[in-house]
C-alpha cells in the first residue's frame, strides 16, 4: 500500500514528486511513457512567465508569480538551464495601447516588480531587429526562459534519488475507490494508495470523471513551432510576445537557453488528445506571425518544427486540490501555460494539501541538491582537459552540431532515472538536437544504449514502445 501516488510525470507530477520525497511516505509515480517529460512539457515555448497575463486573484496569477520566483533558486539548487532574459509585449497600432495599459495595471495588481511600457526609440535599443510597425512595447525584466527537459528531467531524479519510486512504461487504466483509499489498474498490475495525485496532462479529465460526479472537460489546444539553428540565436535576446488574444499569448520569438530561436506557437482547439502532428498552414501561420514582430524569418534556418497541447479545461484556471466527492483524489488538472512557469510553486502548494491530508516528518537525510551531466560544450580548456584524463570517453565526440562526447551519454545512462532510448539521451546531453536532427549521432547513441544497457541493437528505441530503429 502507498501512500501516495501520482500518474503521470510531467514537470507537474515530478515537481509534485520533488516536494514529497522530502517527507516520510510511500510515493510512486505511475508514468505511461518509457521516460519522464514525454508529454506537453516536452513541447512548449520554455518561457518563465513574468506573471501579468493571468486575471488577478486566479490560482494562476498566484502560482505564476510564486513559481516564476522559485525558479531560480531551484535552477541552482538541481542545476538546470534557466536565463532571466526579460519579455517584451509588442504593440502594433495606437489603438492597442488600451491593451498594453491594460496588461501592465493586471501584472502591477499580480505582485511582479518592474514592469514599464517602453517606446520605439528604447525598443530599438533593446531590440535592434523588431519590425518597424512595433510602436511600443510592455517590458518585464522579470520573465524568463528555462529548458523544460532539464526542468523536468532535474525534479524526477532529485526525486528518485530521495526515494520516490518511478514506474515508467505503466498506464493507468482504471481507478476505484476502496475503504482505505484507491485501487489503481495499470497495465503492470494493480497498485493500491491511499492518496492519488491526479497529474496526467491532456488525460486529467478522463481520471478526475472516473471517481467524481462532478465533470472536468480538458480541450487539447494544438501549438505548433518552428526552431531556428544557433546562428538565429541571437536575432532577439528577450523573449518577444505580442498582445495575447482569447486563445493565449500569441505567437512569440524567442532565444532558448541553448542559443536556438524559437517562433510559435499557434493555438487551435482539437479533439484528438494525441494530435501533435504539425501542419503545413500552422507553420505558415507561425512564420507571417513572428514576421510581425521581428521581419524577416528566413525559413532555410528551420531545424525541426512540432506541436504541443495546452490541457485547456472550460473554467480557464488550474484545477488544484482534492476533489469535492473524492477524498484523498487531488487534482493537477487544467495546466495550461504558464503551467511550466508554475511547476515549482504546483509542488510546494500541493505538498502543503497532501501535508493536510496525510501528515509526515520531513526527512532528516533529504537531498535538496543535485549536479547536472557535465557538459563538454560549455566548459573551458583545462577543465576538458580534466574530464578527458579521468575518463578518455570525455574525448569521443558523438554529435558534432552539439558537441556532445561519449561520455556525457554514459553518464546520460548511467545516472538515477538515466536514459534508455535515443530521445532520453537527446533530451539529457542535447546529442541530435542540432542541425542535422540525429542524422549522423543516431546510430551511434544505439550502439552506445545497447552496450551499456547490455541490450541486443534490436531492443534499442526512439521513445520505447513500438519506436524501433531499421538495423539493415
Ligand atoms: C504550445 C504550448 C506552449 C506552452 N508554453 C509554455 C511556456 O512558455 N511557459 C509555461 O510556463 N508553460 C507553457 N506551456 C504549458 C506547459 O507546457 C504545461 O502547463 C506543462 O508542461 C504541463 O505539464 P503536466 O505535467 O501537467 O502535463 P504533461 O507534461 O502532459 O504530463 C502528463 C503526463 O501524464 C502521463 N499520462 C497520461 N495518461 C496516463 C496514463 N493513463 N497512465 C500513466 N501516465 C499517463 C503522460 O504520458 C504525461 O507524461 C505551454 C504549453 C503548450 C502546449
Redesign the pocket.
Known amino acids: 500500500m502507498y501512500d501516495v501516488i501520482i500518474?503521470?510525470?510531467?514537470?507537474?507530477?515530478?515537481?509534485v514528486a520533488r516536494e514529497l520525497s522530502a517527507y516520510k511516505r510511500k510515493t510512486a509515480v505511475?508514468?505511461?511513457?518509457s521516460d519522464?517529460?514525454?508529454?506537453?512539457?516536452?513541447?512548449?515555448?520554455?518561457?518563465?512567465?513574468a506573471g501579468y497575463d493571468a486575471k488577478p486573484g486566479t490560482r494562476k496569477a498566484a502560482l505564476?508569480l510564486r513559481?516564476n520566483i522559485l525558479m531560480e533558486s531551484l535552477s541552482k539548487q538541481l542545476d538546470f538551464p534557466f536565463q532571466r532574459n526579460g519579455s517584451l509585449v509588442l504593440c502594433f497600432e495606437e489603438a492597442g495601447r488600451g491593451k498594453l495599459e491594460e496588461l501592465l495595471e493586471r501584472g502591477k495588481e499580480n505582485g511582479v516588480e518592474g514592469l514599464r511600457i517602453v517606446e520605439r526609440e528604447e525598443l530599438a535599443v533593446l531590440e535592434p531587429n523588431l519590425s518597424d510597425r512595433v510602436i511600443a512595447a510592455l517590458y518585464a525584466p522579470t520573465g524568463g526562459?528555462?529548458c523544460?527537459f532539464g526542468l523536468?528531467i532535474a525534479l524526477a531524479e532529485n526525486a528518485s534519488v530521495n526515494g520516490v519510486e518511478f514506474h515508467l512504461d505503466?498506464?493507468?487504466?482504471k481507478i476505484v475507490k476502496i475503504e482505505e483509499g484507491y485501487r489503481l489498474e495499470?497495465?503492470k498490475g494493480v497498485f493500491r494508495t491511499k492518496v492519488v495525485v491526479n497529474?496526467?496532462?491532456?488525460?486529467?479529465d478522463?481520471?478526475h470523471n472516473m471517481i467524481s460526479g462532478h465533470k472536468l472537460h480538458i480541450t487539447p489546444?494544438?501549438?505548433?513551432?518552428c526552431l531556428f539553428d544557433k546562428t538565429m540565436g541571437g536575432y532577439v535576446s528577450h523573449?518577444v510576445f505580442q498582445l495575447p488574444t482569447k486563445y493565449?499569448?500569441g505567437i512569440?520569438v524567442?532565444p532558448t537557453v541553448h542559443g536556438n530561436l524559437l517562433v510559435?506557437?499557434?493555438?487551435e482547439d482539437i479533439a484528438d488528445k494525441e494530435g501533435v502532428n504539425t501542419t503545413a498552414s500552422g507553420l505558415e501561420t507561425v512564420l507571417e506571425r513572428g514576421e510581425m514582430s521581428v521581419g524577416h524569418l528566413p525559413a532555410g534556418k528551420i531545424i525541426t518544427s512540432f506541436?504541443?497541447?495546452?490541457?485547456h479545461e472550460e473554467g480557464n484556471d488550474f484545477v488544484i486540490g482534492e476533489a469535492e466527492d473524492a477524498k484523498g483524489f487531488i487534482d493537477?488538472?487544467g495546466?495550461?501555460?504558464?503551467?511550466?512557469?508554475?511547476?515549482p510553486a504546483?509542488g510546494e502548494y500541493v505538498a502543503g494539501i497532501i501535508q493536510d491530508i496525510l501528515p509526515a516528518e520531513r526527512k532528516e537525510d533529504f537531498i535538496g541538491e543535485r549536479k547536472g551531466i557535465f557538459g563538454m560544450w560549455e566548459a573551458g580548456h583545462e577543465e576538458r582537459k580534466k574530464m578527458i584524463h579521468e575518463n578518455p570517453a570525455y574525448a569521443n565526440v558523438i554529435c558534432r552540431c552539439e558537441l556532445v562526447t561519449e561520455g556525457e551519454i554514459m553518464d546520460a545512462i548511467h545516472r538515477p532515472l538515466g536514459a534508455t532510448t535515443v530521445d532520453g539521451v537527446k533530451r539529457r546531453t542535447r546529442a541530435g538536437m542540432g542541425r542535422c536532427q540525429s542524422g549522423f549521432c543516431a546510430p551511434k547513441v544505439v550502439e552506445i544504449l545497447a552496450r551499456e544497457l547490455g541490450r541486443d541493437i534490436g531492443e534499442i528505441t526512439k521513445a520505447g514502445g513500438n519506436s524501433g530503429f531499421l538495423t539493415r
Open positions: 500518474i503521470g510525470a510531467g514537470v507537474s507530477g515530478c515537481a505511475l508514468e505511461r511513457s519522464v517529460c514525454e508529454g506537453t512539457s516536452k513541447a512548449n515555448s520554455g518561457i518563465v512567465h505564476n513559481g526562459i528555462v523544460p523536468t505503466t498506464e493507468v487504466n495499470t497495465s497529474a496526467a496532462g491532456v488525460y486529467a478522463v481520471f489546444r494544438k501549438g505548433e513551432y523573449t493565449g499569448k512569440l524567442s510559435g506557437p499557434t493555438a506541436a504541443g497541447l495546452r490541457a493537477v488538472a495546466i495550461e501555460s504558464p503551467g511550466l512557469t508554475c511547476a504546483i
